[in-house]
Structures are given as structure tokens and as C-alpha cells.
């Protein structure tokens, strides 16, 4: 069994859909991604540097997290517009998104899509 499958198999049914959900629209929006498990979550890279790292929230939930890689990067005169307020930004060069249901992820599919596809091209 992947890393991926073995990760999956620990998810409750409403989790799994969230996550999976989330993970097909990170897969599309870079079809070039590796996808590997670190921090104990899904995360998907550009070559070793993690652009898109799903996460379980606490009180339940999933979290997505738009970042440059692990270690921190100069972030000076980086911008990135999100004009539907999809994320909260901690960083100019890291926004962290909550769902507490395959609900939300759906109602906002589109979206999230772009935003996902143009976090990629931004950060490549």
C-alpha cells in the first residue's frame, strides 16, 4: 500500500471525501505535482519545494495550507491576490484555508480551483 493509500485508510468517510477532495483539485490545477505525504498529510511539490499541504484540524475538519516550501523564503515585494478572500494570509507567502464539510469545498470548487492553479504558476 502507497504512503498515500495507508494515510487515507486512517480517515473517517466524511474526511476522506473532504480530503480527496481537496487532493483532486490540487492534482488538477498542477498535473505536474509530486504528491507525497509529509507532515503527516497530503502535500504536493514542485520537484522537493511543497506548494499545496492538506492537514487535519483539531475540532475536526480539513485545512489547506499555500506555502513555498518548508523552510521560509524572502517574502519581500512577493504579493499574491486573493480577491475572493478564499484564504487567511499569516504571510504574504502563505495562506491557510479551513472546510469543515465536502459542502463548503464544493460550493466553492471553482475557486478554489483557480486560486490553486494561479498559486502554482506564481510560485514556480
Do not use: C
Not at 487532493?23 to 507532515?39: C, H, V
Not at 484555508?97 to 510560485?123: C, D, N, S, V, Y
Amino acid at each position: 500500500m502507497s504512503p498515500i493509500d495507508t494515510y487515507r485508510a486512517t480517515l473517517d468517510p466524511d474526511t476522506l471525501a473532504m480530503v480527496d477532495a481537496l487532493r483532486g483539485l490540487a492534482a488538477a490545477a498542477g498535473p505536474a505535482l509530486n504528491e507525497r505525504i509529509k507532515w503527516n498529510a497530503p502535500s504536493f511539490a514542485i520537484g522537493d519545494e511543497d506548494r499545496i499541504t492538506l492537514g487535519l484540524e483539531r475540532k475536526g475538519g480539513v485545512r489547506v495550507v499555500l506555502h513555498r516550501g518548508a523552510k521560509a523564503k524572502d517574502s519581500a515585494g512577493f504579493d499574491f491576490p486573493d480577491p475572493d478572500k478564499l484564504a487567511r494570509w499569516p504571510a504574504s507567502d502563505r495562506g491557510v484555508l479551513t472546510f469543515a464539510t465536502l459542502a463548503e469545498i464544493e460550493m466553492k470548487r471553482p475557486a478554489l480551483g483557480e486560486l490553486f492553479a494561479r498559486w502554482l504558476e506564481q510560485t514556480a
